[in-house]
């Protein structure tokens, strides 16, 4: 399993006097199983996206959704199949799912 976290801020002055502003903190998380009897893995994927400061005013800036609410991005689930060719190879066939649902959050 691996996991990456960031956090954005974004503060902007449009020419119009409109004001832009958010506090975003999120990542990501991926888990990758191990091969179970040389034959069968798999593993998924999921991104996110949480207000930490959003003024409801200075909505805007792309880091969240409309609203200034948080969201989450099942990215990437799927199987591996193998059939070992030689006693050091295999072939391998794949199956993978790409941007399986969007939630929001409430935030």
């Not at 020419?15 to 069968?40: C, H, M, N, V």
């Not at 072939?91 to 790409?98: D, G, H, L």
């Amino acid at each position: 399993m691996s996991a990456h976290f960031r956090i954005y801020y974004f503060n902007q002055l449009k020419p119009d006097d409109t004001r832009l502003e958010a506090l975003a903190g999120g990542g990501w998380i991926k888990y990758q199983s191990g091969w179970l009897l040389d034959t069968f893995a798999m593993g998924a994927s999921f991104f996110g996206s949480a207000p930490l400061y959003a003024p409801a005013d200075t909505d805007g800036t792309l880091l969240l959704k409309t609203g200034q609410k948080g969201y989450y991005v099942r990215v990437k689930r799927g199987a591996r199949c193998a059939i070992r060719t030689t006693r050091c190879s295999r072939a391998t066939v794949s199956w993978s799912t790409r941007r399986i649902s969007t939630r929001r959050t409430t935030g």
